[in-house]
């Protein structure tokens, strides 16, 4: 079967299943499998090896930063636009400029272009200048202010010997406070001016890719990139800083993908693939009016506003808006 009949084959899966935790009657087995298998792995575990990974081989010594200086301020940038790029940069390459595998999983059809909405009057340089210019530059600021504490007795320090199982609790509660610092400040920047000011960049993308993922304005990416704040008043480890930090830096990149399922090669050779875009979200993406949080998190279901991707659900939606109901 050739790329181009899978394609107008394809379909989402509907409807979008809520995490077991928030369904009744509870359901033990499911709530097990929501905190061991969708919230950790693969996904968790590859953020939590990649911060592991960059905190041994890739940061500076924490002795060497007790003080602000822009050497080793500017590696952690080169090292954190070095991880977008090849995550972004791979992904673009691959699904938009090569177009490897069609539109096979592609949640729009329609590719990203030129339009004047976009600064420099393109969709992918407008989110270049974003990432790299205010992204990046801000998670660095983060994560700077974050290694100064620690190097200064500021943030309390744990490591992991004699401190595992502590650890390992505060690991899954770091996980679960990352999904609701985002569903809860995304919410809060469709309020108002803050979303004239701010958020409107990010939507910008009704068809995003790889590179929209961190397209936001600085005053998003200030708020956007703050759940590590929490863990400066917690006695934590370093690496579960930086996760925080990856979570919002780099997952994005994969999230606003614009496929479903992305093919290491020819999909009609069978080659292996891993799943990408997040449907949920990219409801969100072309309605604006639904799907605030995320399915691991029970905000969209307390407002009325989670679209599982049915009919029936859509026309919720637009029922809500034609009433004037939030």
Same mark, same amino acid.
């Given at each position: 079967?050739?790329?181009?009949?899978? #394609? @107008?084959?394809?379909?989402?899966?509907?409807?979008?299943?809520?995490?077991? %935790? &928030?369904?009744?009657?509870?359901?033990?087995?499911?709530?097990?499998?929501?905190?061991?298998?969708?919230?950790?792995?693969?996904?968790?575990?590859?953020?939590? #090896?990649?911060?592991?990974?960059?905190?041994?081989?890739?940061?500076?010594?924490?002795?060497?930063?007790?003080?602000?200086?822009?050497?080793?301020?500017?590696?952690?940038?080169?090292?954190?636009?070095?991880?977008?790029?090849?995550?972004?940069?791979?992904?673009?390459?691959?699904?938009?400029?090569?177009?490897?595998?069609?539109?096979?999983?592609?949640?729009?059809?329609?590719?990203?272009?030129?339009?004047?909405?976009?600064?420099?009057?393109?969709?992918?340089?407008?989110?270049?200048?974003?990432? &790299?210019?205010?992204? +990046?530059?801000?998670?660095?600021? &983060? @994560?700077?202010?974050?290694?100064?504490?620690?190097?200064?007795?500021?943030?309390?320090?744990?490591? &992991?010997?004699? !401190?595992?199982?502590?650890?390992?609790?505060?690991?899954?509660?770091?996980? +679960?406070? $990352?999904?609701?610092?985002?569903?809860?400040?995304?919410?809060?920047?469709?309020?108002?001016?803050?979303?004239?000011?701010?958020?409107?960049?990010?939507?910008?993308?009704?068809?995003?890719?790889?590179?929209? $993922?961190?397209?936001?304005?600085? %005053?998003? =990416?200030?708020?956007?990139?703050?759940?590590?704040?929490?863990?400066?008043? %917690?006695?934590? =480890?370093?690496?579960?800083?930086?996760?925080?930090?990856?979570?919002?830096?780099?997952?994005?990149?994969?999230?606003?993908?614009?496929? @479903?399922?992305?093919?290491?090669? =020819?999909?009609?050779?069978?080659?292996?693939?891993?799943?990408?875009?997040?449907?949920?979200?990219?409801?969100?993406?072309?309605?604006?009016?639904? !799907?605030? $949080?995320?399915?691991?998190?029970? %905000?969209?279901?307390?407002?009325?506003?989670?679209?599982?991707?049915?009919?029936?659900?859509?026309?919720?939606?637009? @029922?809500?808006?034609?009433?004037?109901?939030?």
């Amino acid at each position: 079967m050739g790329s181009t009949e899978q #394609a @107008e084959q394809w379909q989402p899966v509907v409807p979008i299943p809520a995490a077991p %935790i &928030f369904v009744w009657p509870p359901k033990p087995l499911g709530v097990l499998w929501f905190f061991g298998w969708k919230q950790f792995w693969p996904g968790g575990a590859m953020w939590l #090896a990649a911060a592991w990974l960059c905190w041994r081989y890739a940061t500076p010594d924490l002795a060497s930063m007790e003080r602000f200086e822009p050497g080793w301020i500017a590696t952690i940038w080169l090292r954190n636009a070095g991880l977008i790029t090849l995550l972004a940069g791979g992904l673009h390459w691959w699904l938009y400029r090569r177009r490897g595998q069609g539109t096979v999983t592609k949640f729009n059809e329609r590719w990203p272009g030129e339009s004047t909405r976009f600064m420099f009057g393109h969709q992918l340089w407008d989110n270049l200048f974003w990432t &790299f210019v205010s992204g +990046v530059t801000v998670s660095t600021g &983060f @994560e700077a202010v974050s290694w100064w504490m620690f190097a200064n007795g500021h943030a309390p320090f744990r490591d &992991f010997a004699g !401190n595992w199982l502590y650890l390992i609790v505060l690991t899954v509660f770091a996980f +679960v406070w $990352g999904n609701l610092h985002f569903s809860l400040t995304h919410r809060l920047l469709h309020v108002g001016k803050l979303y004239d000011w701010a958020h409107a960049v990010h939507h910008r993308n009704s068809n995003p890719g790889p590179w929209s $993922g961190i397209s936001m304005h600085p %005053i998003e =990416h200030e708020v956007y990139m703050s759940s590590p704040v929490l863990l400066w008043f %917690i006695p934590s =480890h370093p690496v579960l800083v930086l996760t925080l930090l990856f979570l919002n830096l780099l997952s994005p990149a994969l999230t606003h993908a614009g496929f @479903e399922r992305v093919w290491l090669g =020819h999909v009609e050779r069978g080659r292996p693939s891993f799943l990408s875009g997040d449907y949920f979200h990219q409801l969100h993406h072309r309605y604006f009016d639904c !799907n605030y $949080g995320n399915t691991l998190t029970p %905000i969209d279901q307390l407002l009325g506003t989670y679209h599982d991707g049915t009919p029936e659900a859509h026309a919720v939606m637009r @029922e809500r808006q034609r009433t004037g109901r939030t």
